[in-house]
């Protein structure tokens, strides 16, 4: 809101003609239920100084007071009956005086006047922003908020190189024995030489400084330090990786061994193909098995751990190709019946009857062999599903 405030002006020349400084502006304000503010009361004011010529004579004033308390206190020694009632009279007289003479002198003249407030609602009407301010607006936030992302990217890689180097001093440290089966003494000194030297310059040069060059910091120490960490984690997943390749391969050729039998429908051809893929994958693990033993635990290791499910990859593919072929349908019984009805002769009917009643029979006794044929059918595909799902759970 905007307020004008009338009426200094002609307050301060009223003053200035009086030979008065200028006056001063006290404004009250508002605050309403809503929490917006507002001018209440405006006033002027200029204070005077007291007069010099009254403070003469007030100083004259209390001088003759004194004098004449002096004389009553020696009236009061010549007479010893009412010294001392006289002596306490004079001196509540005197400080009545001094104190009225001081009132006197401090006491200032104020010249008072209330201004006039009156709002401004010319100055409330919001106009419509034109093209080039809407866009210059825009402008500026696009701006504050590129400044903004600078300053959390600059804070974040600050951040992130400080806690990095802290966090490979202390893993140092903290896993003494781990990380000493995998390094060397130089290459520990190395790493936590530069650790320091990061930390350092990081309270010194690098208080402030660009984005990239917090992420250069950091890049060096990685350069050291990934490297003997990723030897610790290789030294405990390696043989546990090649452990449970070998047992998977040996579980995949009894699994050939067994569906010899129990899943005809996989050709001697297909399971010659698995285990020549089982035979890649145990000469790779060997190889590499070989090239590991040859490395120092200090160097880059052969492989990782990570590689040796690659190479199981290919020969569980098609293991699993292979459990989902489905078994052969057993072959179906063909059952002729024949009817043969003679009306005119007696021994003719008699003799088809006889031959209905052996066809129901042999229809019966063929039902059930089918019967039995589907059982023995469902339980063999069962069978093959059960098989499949064990193929499945040991790949």
């Known amino acids: 809101a905007a307020y004008n405030i009338t009426g200094i002006a002609n307050f301060a020349k009223e003053m200035a003609a009086k030979g008065l400084d200028k006056p001063k502006v006290t404004l009250t304000f508002r605050l309403d239920s809503s929490g917006l503010l507002s001018i209440s009361k405006a006033e002027a004011t200029v204070e005077v100084a007291p007069d010099p010529v009254n403070e003469t004579a007030a100083n004259e004033t209390a001088a003759a007071n004194e004098t004449a308390a002096e004389e009553d206190e020696a009236a009061a020694a010549s007479n010893a009956t009412d010294a001392n009632a006289t002596d306490t009279k004079d001196k509540k007289k005197d400080k009545k005086s001094k104190k009225k003479d001081k009132e006197k002198k401090e006491k200032k003249k104020v010249y008072r006047v209330e201004l006039d407030v009156t709002k401004d609602y010319t100055l409330e009407i919001a106009k419509p922003h034109g093209p080039a301010e809407v866009e210059n607006s825009l402008a500026k936030l696009a701006n504050l908020q590129r400044l903004d992302q600078l300053r959390k990217e600059k804070e974040e890689a600050k951040n992130s190189v400080e806690s990095y180097s ?24 190395e790493v936590l030489a530069l650790v320091s030297e990061t930390t350092e310059w990081l309270d010194d040069e690098g208080f402030d400084c660009e984005t990239e060059k917090y992420l250069e910091k950091k890049k060096n120490v990685e350069g050291l330090a990934e490297p003997i960490f990723e030897r610790m984690a290789e030294a405990e997943a390696r043989p546990k990786a090649i452990a449970d390749a070998e047992k998977r391969l040996s579980d995949i050729r009894a699994l050939m061994k067994k569906w010899e039998k129990s899943m005809p429908q996989v050709t001697e051809g297909e399971r010659e193909d698995v285990f020549s893929l089982c035979s890649a994958a145990e000469k790779w693990i060997e190889e590499k098995k070989e090239a590991q033993a040859a490395v120092e635990p200090h160097e880059a290791p052969a492989f990782l751990a990570k590689s040796v499910d690659v190479q199981l990859k290919s020969v569980a593919n098609l293991v699993t190709k292979l459990s989902r072929k489905p078994k052969p349908a057993p072959p179906k019984k063909v059952l002729n019946a024949t009817n043969t009805t003679n009306a005119t002769d007696t021994n003719a009917t008699e003799a088809a009857n006889a031959t209905e009643a052996d066809a129901a029979a042999e229809g019966a006794d063929a039902s059930a062999d089918k019967a039995e044929a589907g059982e023995a059918a469902t339980a063999e595909e069962g ?7 064990a193929a499945k759970d040991e790949l």
């Not at 893993?171 to 000194?189: F, G, K, L, P, S």
């Not at 069978?383 to 799902?389: K, R």
Request: glycine share 0%.
């Open 166 to 189: 802290y966090a490979v001093k202390n893993r140092i440290y903290d896993e003494e024995e781990t990380v000493n089966a995998v390094t060397t003494e130089a290459q520990r000194e």
């Open 383 to 389: 069978e093959t599903e059960t098989e499949a799902e």
